[in-house]
Each structure stands twice: as structure tokens, then as C-alpha cells.
């Protein structure tokens, strides 16, 4: 069983800066891609980032050039640092895990991010 942990939301000015982290502990075996989702009031889950086992990482078009995705091995922690953050990036951040043996997202209990204007 895998867990994931969540942590750094909180409230920031726009423009500003904030770094979540999510530590994954248990049976990792089979983790593949890590990354993040988010979503907005009244808005369907998102797709931020993903960062896979070698370290190869992708956005979303609306945070490129704001948001950046690290991962630690030695850790087993994924990063997500948020750059000149927007009121519309407020919403919960979701950390997800690929279990690639039974293909399904392993998700942590999301950490709110606000951000104002």
C-alpha cells in the first residue's frame, strides 16, 4: 500500500511564490510517474504536472513557464515550485502516484492553495 503526503499550501499574494511537497512511503515498487492535479470550486480535476522515474517532467500549458516539477528518489518526494502565481491558479492540490502494475493513480489527501489578488 502506498501513501502520500501532502504539504506547503497555504495563502499567497499574486505574483508570489509557494512550494508544495508530497512524500510517498509504503510499497513503491511499482510507482512510475508522480505529479499533481488541482481543482478549482465548481471546476473538474486538472492536470498540472507529472515527473516519470527519470526524472522527465511536463505541465500544462497554463502553469509552462510558472511551474516547476522536481522529484527526489532519495526521498521519494515530488515537488511541485510555483511561480508568479495567479488568482486562478487557487484551488486543491492533489499528488498522485502511478501504480503500474494495476494502472491506477494512488492519490494523497490534497492541500489547498489560495491565492489573492
Known amino acids: 500500500q502506498v501513501h502520500l503526503v501532502e504539504s506547503g499550501g497555504g495563502l499567497v499574494q499574486a505574483g508570489g511564490s509557494l512550494r508544495l511537497s508530497c512524500a510517498a512511503s509504503?510499497?513503491?515498487?511499482?510507482?512510475?510517474?508522480m505529479g499533481w492535479y488541482r481543482q478549482a470550486p465548481e471546476k473538474e480535476r486538472e492536470w498540472v504536472a507529472s515527473?516519470?522515474?527519470?526524472?522527465?517532467?511536463d505541465t500544462a500549458d497554463s502553469v509552462k513557464g510558472r511551474f516547476i516539477i522536481s522529484r527526489d528518489g532519495a526521498k521519494n518526494t515530488v515537488y511541485l515550485q510555483m511561480n508568479s502565481v495567479k488568482p486562478e491558479d487557487t484551488a486543491v492540490y492533489y499528488c498522485?502516484?502511478?501504480?503500474?502494475?494495476?494502472?491506477?493513480?494512488?492519490w494523497g489527501q490534497g492541500t489547498q492553495v489560495t491565492v489573492s489578488a
Open positions: 498522485y502516484a502511478r501504480e503500474s502494475r494495476l494502472q491506477i493513480n494512488i
Open positions: 509504503g510499497r513503491l515498487l511499482n510507482i512510475a510517474d
Open positions: 515527473v516519470t522515474g527519470d526524472e522527465t517532467s
